[in-house]
């Protein structure tokens, strides 16, 4: 059974900076793993994706220059990190993480192609 868990989520201030951690058991399962964001009453969207080896990333262009994804693989697990920089308002959010097997390229942005998902962590951004 894989399992996929998030921290590090909470409240900052404008301007402020917040790490997000992520930790997906069977970690050799996992090809791509990305972090998406939920606002109310919206979709969710992609925020960040990284490839097996972590050496290719991308993120959407509104965090862009703000966020970095990164990633790190353990024995059996793999983990990601999301840190956060200068944080707006609009970056408050219900952000999950996701893992799977899917191709990187053209697959990690769609959200369906994520097997597993964490049961996401509240970012709050206030002024």
């Known amino acids: 059974q894989v399992q996929v868990l998030e921290h590090g989520g909470g409240s900052v201030q404008i301007g402020g900076s917040l790490t997000l951690s992520c930790i997906a058991s069977?970690?050799?399962?996992?090809?791509?793993m990305g972090w998406f964001r939920q606002k109310p009453g919206k979709e969710r969207e992609f925020v960040a994706g990284?490839?097996?080896?972590?050496?290719?990333?991308?993120?959407a262009e509104s965090v862009k220059g703000r966020f970095t994804i990164s990633r790190d693989t353990l024995v059996r697990d793999t983990t990601t990190h999301l840190e956060m920089k200068s944080l707006k308002p609009e970056d408050t959010a219900v952000y999950y993480c996701?893992?799977?097997?899917?191709?990187?390229?053209?697959?990690?942005?769609?959200?369906?192609?994520?097997?597993?998902w964490g049961q996401g962590t509240q970012v709050t951004v206030s002024s």
């Open positions: 069977e970690g050799h399962l996992h090809n791509v």
């Open positions: 990284v490839s097996r080896t972590g050496e290719t990333t991308d993120s």
């Open positions: 996701a893992a799977g097997k899917l191709k990187y390229y053209p697959d990690y942005r769609d959200p369906d192609k994520y097997a597993y």
